[in-house]
């Protein structure tokens, strides 16, 4: 009985963080790569990029692929993260003739407009359908 309720307790403090990995991209395909300014000026929009299999493809088939990616920010300081956008990748080959055999296959980049008002952190979280969740992060200085 003892040994029951460990094993709940166990269950109740895994953590969905923990299942989030980490890597080189130039190292690992899953990691999502965030490019934009090193520095903006406050208010003023500028464009972000975030793409997977900079340096190492990463599949797109009906099989493999990545879902989506979500990007967030949080500003320096503060203790909350805001999501900027959550992108879907809906086409990867599917059709009524088969897997792959589809005319469409949405490609695992996005990019967006924005703009800061205070320096902070930007997060990319991306999610590959059989591998999971991967995550990647870049400063940005507001100036
Ligand atoms: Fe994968």
């Given at each position: 009985m003892a040994f029951k309720i460990r094993l709940h307790?166990?269950?109740?403090?895994?953590?969905?963080?923990?299942?989030?990995?980490?890597?080189?991209?130039?190292?690992?395909?899953?990691?999502?790569?965030?490019?934009?300014?090193?520095?903006?000026?406050?208010?003023?929009?500028?464009?972000?990029?975030?793409?997977?299999?900079?340096?190492?493809?990463?599949?797109?088939?009906?099989?493999?692929?990545?879902?989506?990616?979500?990007?967030?920010?949080?500003?320096?300081?503060?203790?909350?993260?805001?999501?900027v956008g959550h992108y879907e990748f809906s086409a990867?080959?599917?059709?009524?003739?088969?897997?792959?055999?589809?005319?469409?296959?949405?490609?695992?980049?996005?990019?967006?407009?924005?703009?800061?008002?205070?320096?902070?952190?930007?997060?990319?979280?991306?999610?590959?359908?059989?591998?999971?969740?991967?995550?990647?992060?870049?400063?940005?200085?507001?100036?």
């Amino acid at each position: 009985m003892a040994f029951k309720i460990r094993l709940h307790k166990e269950r109740i403090i895994m953590k969905l963080a923990e299942q989030i990995q980490q890597a080189d991209w130039k190292k690992e395909k899953h990691v999502p790569v965030i490019e934009c300014a090193d520095e903006v000026k406050a208010g003023e929009i500028f464009e972000v990029k975030v793409s997977l299999g900079k340096e190492i493809a990463h599949p797109n088939t009906t099989e493999h692929h990545i879902r989506w990616i979500s990007l967030y920010f949080r500003p320096e300081g503060e203790r909350f993260t805001y999501q900027v956008g959550h992108y879907e990748f809906s086409a990867h080959g599917e059709s009524a003739q088969g897997a792959n055999e589809g005319p469409i296959y949405t490609h695992h980049e996005v990019r967006v407009s924005l703009k800061l008002g205070k320096s902070g952190t930007l997060f990319a979280l991306s999610l590959c359908n059989i591998h999971g969740l991967w995550e990647s992060s870049k400063e940005i200085k507001v100036v």
